[in-house]
């Protein structure tokens, strides 16, 4: 038997004469899942609250991989994680103030304390409050797979191939889809021999990360040594990726694939417009969910979901497609890799789905989870289109005019909040056409400036 990752013993606390947990002995072994069962009032709480060190014992010991939790508590500590029911996010803090304070409570000062919450931003770019608590999703789920092996999604192993950009192409190109070429930022030799062989411009990111959020468009020699200068100064240490220019627009393979690695749900929506161009020229956000799925990215998406082994997820697969001739990546009209997601689409876009195939991907989606399958009917298809005006522009049309001109086809108007503006806009529209022309139109119509 290994050694135990936790063991306690004669756990004691008392207040007064009541004794909230009284001689509780525990040992869990290191890879085992154990629930904590009981009624109201049998200690439960008070015994986690000891055993993470947020609560002193009256009596007894709590050992975790081999370390007393009173007696040597940052050692300890660093072998658990504790998520109450109540997160212990502080929301009157901005995220930097939250991450100074944690850093500051497990020992971090000057320097070292800026240079890995600098670190933290490289890899979450802008953070939320959702990122603060969501972001290791990915890796926790694989390493419980790991630990259980649970061969129906991915493992630890996996992980590289499906998070880093540069290492996703290989099985693009394994499906037999064309991929940009690419270079690990390092230097400005290292990345002007790239230039040298791709040509002005190529765009710069993160090579780990989602969203728009760090990307750049870099077409000069002193756009490149303004990048390097700002990488070296900001992101020291996060990996980047450089690529040569598509000119394309984004169309995505948005899927529900079962255990077996089918697909029992597809669509999938396009972007015209560069979302880096929107969030780096402040302009305004449209995209939409397409009435039927191309064949050519269907194909695609089937092809890449097989090449990345992916089962028993929804997805979110991104592809360009070219809008002119291009020698290195072929004729307009191709389909060519982005990059994958083993994740749904982000923003309104699931709700989007639903509006454009009277359905709930939703459900289809925990019964797949919970059923392998579903019996969720899909409807009538519409195309969904979003629309988001960014605030100070000169638009023709008020809100009260578009709203009474397309009130039949609504389907969700809001404010977007400030946190989510950048990509998405500041007043969005959200609404479903029969044909392509009538879409089309309601976008004119929407972003017409005087």
């Known amino acids: 038997m290994s050694e135990p990752i936790l063991v306690t013993r004669g756990l004691t606390k ?11 002995e525990l040992r869990l072994e290191k890879g085992q899942i154990y629930g904590f ?23 007894g010991t709590v050992r975790i991989d081999g370390y007393d939790i009173f007696d040597s508590p940052n050692e300890a500590k ?8 109540q997160p212990p996010l502080y929301l009157n803090e901005s995220p930097l103030e939250y991450l100074r304070f944690v850093g500051e409570a497990k020992g971090l000062r000057g320097a070292e304390l800026e240079r890995q919450i600098s670190a933290l931003y490289a890899e979450q770019n802008k953070l939320r409050t959702q990122r603060l608590s969501l972001a290791p999703w990915l890796e926790l789920d694989a390493a419980l797979r790991t630990d259980f092996n649970i061969n129906t999604g991915f493992h630890l192993e996996d992980m590289p191939r499906i998070k880093y950009k540069s290492k996703m192409k290989a099985y693009y190109q394994k499906a037999g889809i064309t991929t940009a070429r690419y270079h690990l930022v390092d230097n ?7 230039i040298d062989e791709v040509g002005y411009p190529v765009v710069v990111k993160p090579d780990n990360g989602v969203g728009a959020s760090d990307t750049y468009k870099l077409s000069t020699d002193q756009e490149l040594k303004d990048f390097l200068a700002y990488k070296s100064a900001v992101h020291p240490f996060a990996p980047y990726i450089m690529e040569e ?11 529900i694939i079962d255990a077996h690695g089918n697909p029992i749900f ?7 417009m560069s979302i880096m161009d929107i ?51 072929g004729e307009k009209g191709k389909i060519v890799a982005l990059e994958v997601n083993m994740r749904p689409c982000g923003g309104f876009t699931p709700d989007m789905i639903n509006f454009s195939r009277s359905t709930n991907v939703y459900k289809i989606w925990a019964d797949m989870v919970a059923f392998g399958g579903t019996d969720m009917p899909v409807g009538e298809h519409f195309y969904c289109a979003y629309a988001g005006r960014r605030d100070g522009k ?8 578009i709203m009474q001109k397309y009130q039949q086809n609504m389907r969700m108007v809001d404010r977007i909040p400030d946190a989510l503006a950048d990509a998405m806009g500041n007043q969005m529209y959200v609404a479903t056409f029969s044909t392509e022309e009538e879409m089309n139109q309601f976008y004119q119509d929407v972003l017409a400036c005087n």
């Open 14 to 24: 008392k207040y007064g004469a009541y004794a909230a947990a009284e001689d509780v």
């Open 37 to 59: 069962l009981g009624p109201n009032g049998a200690g439960k709480s008070t015994t986690m609250n000891i055993m993470t060190g947020c609560l002193s014992a009256t009596e």
């Open 78 to 85: 660093r072998s658990i994680g504790y998520l109450p029911e």
């Open 188 to 194: 400005y030799d290292g990345c002007r021999k790239f």
């Open 245 to 255: 220019f598509v000119r394309a627009e984004v169309n995505s393979y948005d899927a």
């Open 266 to 272: 597809e669509a999938g929506n396009v972007t015209p």
């Open 279 to 329: 969030v780096n020229n402040n302009d305004n956000s449209i995209y939409y969910i397409v009435k039927d799925l191309p064949d050519d990215t269907r194909a695609a998406g089937r092809a890449a979901v097989k090449s990345f082994g992916v089962k028993s997820r929804f997805i979110h697969f991104e592809f360009f497609r070219m809008t002119e001739d291009q020698p290195s990546m």
């Open 394 to 401: 000169p638009f023709l049309y008020s809100h009260e005019q």
